[in-house]
């Protein structure tokens, strides 16, 4: 994505806005114009390569392209899932540490031109879930907000010869946003700015494990971003063994954030809730789940997504009949319920699991690039 150089002294060019392109085509002596239409080229186009900055002349772009890099993630392994369209990205940054971001197309056929990325917005994650692969994995560091704007951005570049482009973004990848604030904000401004890539507000889905505090501060910020819990549980002692955070921002707490959420922004809270056999899959729990939920009315919606299996995860995956008897019983109980299988199962693509897969070969066969991971079809740049 960024050419073969690896300037790793300067930010690329994608973390460089409007102003700061200006201020650096004055420092090149270069016409106001080219600042302009270098800042297009990033974030309408979504270009990847300088080659394609055709409106430069090719002395200019070989110039510019040994300054620095023009984006600030190079593609590690990138995997097509035949079976559903998704499409997962293992990227490398800067500093060698990598993230997964995945591709989602819609299966809805009324609405078959749906193209949602699923990004990162941490290496790894501090939050420990322990259903989750990233949990597992440990913390490495906050993503800025141009690596979070650039795995849209790969895609966008990716879609755009077949006149597809990104509809909408989720912040459910690797991390926990609202840990990582000030990114997550520079990422949804860039990403929405008229003047560049123009995602609409709504487009855009901010997921957490529950930071009450910054759920507050959202419904200031938040605009139409919309947001999404990860409930997991419908009580404090169930919900603790989960999800750690429960411990800090218990459930009585992010009732109270929620509802404070829904009466300032009359917008409607997603709940999600990873459905884990004979763990938090019984018909008691969906009742007392419908219990907690049901004051909220018509501005919750529970999406229940059965677990994805991973290498060292000690649950065992709810789906099929008793993730429908769970649907129904919420749904008796007065709730909107939606079961949400996740794409690119064959492709590891829950979070966390890409990586934590590639990691497990290298240490297995530090000479390994993961050739022989899949059968699928695959680049590993
Ligand atoms: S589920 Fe989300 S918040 Fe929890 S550990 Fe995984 S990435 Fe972090």
Redesign the pocket.
């Known amino acids: 994505m960024n050419g073969t150089h690896q300037h790793v002294s300067q930010p690329p060019f994608s973390a460089l806005g409007l102003e700061s392109l200006q201020e650096w085509a004055r420092a090149h002596e270069l016409p106001a114009y080219r600042a302009l239409q270098f800042f297009h080229a990033l974030t309408k186009l979504g270009i990847g390569e300088f080659g394609e900055l055709t409106e430069f002349p090719l002395d200019l772009r070989r110039r510019i392209g040994a300054e620095r890099p023009l984006r600030s993630l190079q593609v590690r392994m990138h995997l097509h899932s035949p079976t559903d369209g998704s499409q997962k990205v293992l990227f490398a940054l800067a500093d060698g540490m990598t993230v997964e971001t995945v591709l989602i197309p819609s299966t809805r056929s009324a609405d078959p031109r749906r193209y949602t990325v699923c990004v990162s917005s941490q290496v790894g ?5 322990t ?5 597992l994995s440990g913390f490495g560091r906050n993503l800025t907000g141009y690596e979070i704007a650039d795995q849209v951005m790969y895609f966008a570049q990716a879609l755009r010869p077949e006149g597809r482009r990104v509809t909408n973004v989720v912040f ?5 946003p609202f840990l990582n604030v000030p990114s997550v904000r520079d990422a949804v401004q860039r990403l929405t700015d008229p003047a560049g890539f123009g995602l609409g507000q709504r487009h855009l889905t901010v ?1 957490t ?1 529950g930071i009450v505090p910054q759920i507050r501060k959202f419904a200031q910020w938040g605009g139409q971003v919309n947001l999404a819990i ?1 409930l997991h549980a419908p009580n404090d002692d169930l919900r603790s063994s989960l ?1 750690p955070y429960n411990q800090r921002f218990p459930i009585k707490d992010l009732m109270d954030a929620a509802r404070n959420y829904i009466a300032s922004t009359r917008r409607r809270v997603s709940f999600e809730y990873v459905l884990l056999k004979g763990t938090n899959d019984s018909l008691d729990l969906a009742r007392e789940l419908a219990r907690l939920l049901l004051p909220f009315g018509g501005s919750a919606h529970v999406n229940l997504i059965p677990w994805n299996p991973f290498r060292e995860g000690r649950f065992v995956r709810s789906e099929g009949p008793d993730a429908d008897a769970f649907a129904r019983a919420l749904h008796e109980g007065g709730l909107n319920a939606t079961i949400r299988y996740s794409k690119g199962l064959d492709i590891s693509a829950a ?2 699991q890409l990586r934590d897969t590639v990691e497990l070969k290298k240490a297995s066969n530090p000479s390994s690039d993961a050739a022989d991971l899949t059968p699928l079809q695959r680049t590993i740049a």
């Open positions: 994650c501090p939050a420990g879930c259903f989750c692969a990233t949990g459910m990848g690797m991390g926990e997921s494990v990860s999800v979070c966390g």
